[in-house]
């Protein structure tokens, strides 16, 4: 079981910065992909950024450039810091790990409560 504690939404105007932060806390044997998806009224949810557990990252295209994730493996925590922020960032983030409870057994997913980030124009 693991518990994840997601911090750092706000209000921010357009062209501001937020940085969200999401820990990892309980019982497992390894932390691997560590990432953000957001949801916006109406929308589908969709993925922003993943880093795996070698630090190798990916963006969606709406925002590279702006947006860049890391990850403390000590603290297993992972970070987005968001840059340039837009009107059309606006929606609930989720914080999503995969993680395995021992060495070859699968790997399991986990969710975030979720953070909301709204931008205003």
């Known amino acids: 079981q693991v518990q994840l504690v997601e911090s750092g939404g706000g209000l921010v105007q357009a062209g501001g910065s937020l940085r969200l932060s999401c820990a990892a806390s309980g019982i497992f044997f390894s932390i691997n992909a560590m990432g953000w998806y957001r949801q916006a009224p109406g929308k589908q949810r969709e993925l922003v950024a993943i880093?795996?557990?070698?630090?190798?990252?990916n963006y969606v295209d709406s925002v590279k450039g702006r947006f860049t994730l890391s990850r403390d493996n000590a603290k297993n925590t992972v970070y987005l810091q968001m840059n340039s922020l837009k009107p059309e960032d606006t929606a609930v983030y989720y914080c999503?790990?995969?993680?395995?409870?021992?060495?070859?057994?699968?790997?399991?997913?986990?969710w975030g409560q979720g953070t909301q980030v709204t931008v205003s124009s």
């Open positions: 880093i795996s557990s070698d630090g190798s990252t």
């Open positions: 999503k790990v995969n993680r395995r409870d021992s060495r070859y057994g699968p790997v399991l997913a986990d």
